[in-house]
C-alpha cells in the first residue's frame, strides 16, 4: 500500500524558516506531481506549491518569493522550504501526489494525501 509520511513542521517565529518533507513509501513505479496544500482553522484547503515529476513548478501568490518546492524522484519525496514566515502561514500542511503507480499491483492511484503536519508562525 502506498502512502504519503509528511514531517518537519513545528512552531517558528515569524521571520523564521521551516523544511517540510514528505516521503511517499509502498512499492512506487511512478508519480506525477507532487504538492503542498495548507488549511488554517475556519478555511478551506489551498494550494501552496506543487511540482511536476519533470520538475516544473506552481506556487500561490502567497507563497511566490518565500517557498521553494523541490523533489528527489529517486527518493519519492518532495520539500518545501518555508522562509520569511508570517502568523498567516499557520496551518494544518498536507501533502498531496497525483497518479501515483504502485509498481508491483499496477494499481494508479488517482490521488493520495499524507495526514498533514502543523506548521504555528508566532507574531
Known amino acids: 500500500q502506498v502512502q504519503l509520511v509528511e514531517s518537519g513542521g513545528g512552531l517558528v517565529q515569524a521571520g523564521g524558516s521551516l523544511r517540510l518533507s514528505c516521503a511517499a513509501s509502498?512499492?512506487?513505479?511512478?508519480?506525477?506531481?507532487m504538492g503542498w496544500y495548507r488549511q488554517a482553522p475556519g478555511k478551506q484547503r489551498e494550494l501552496v506549491a506543487a511540482i511536476t515529476s519533470g520538475g516544473s513548478t506552481n506556487y500561490a501568490d502567497s507563497a511566490k518569493g518565500r517557498f521553494t518546492i523541490s523533489r528527489d524522484n529517486a527518493k519519492n519525496t518532495v520539500y518545501l522550504q518555508m522562509n520569511s514566515l508570517k502568523p498567516e502561514d499557520t496551518a494544518v500542511y498536507y501533502c498531496?501526489?497525483?497518479?501515483?503507480?504502485?509498481?508491483?499491483?499496477?494499481?494508479?492511484?488517482?490521488?493520495?494525501w499524507g495526514q498533514g503536519t502543523l506548521v504555528t508562525v508566532s507574531s
Open positions: 498531496n501526489a497525483e497518479r501515483v503507480l504502485d509498481g508491483v499491483t499496477r494499481y494508479r492511484y488517482l490521488e493520495l
Open positions: 509502498g512499492s512506487i513505479f511512478s508519480i506525477n506531481a
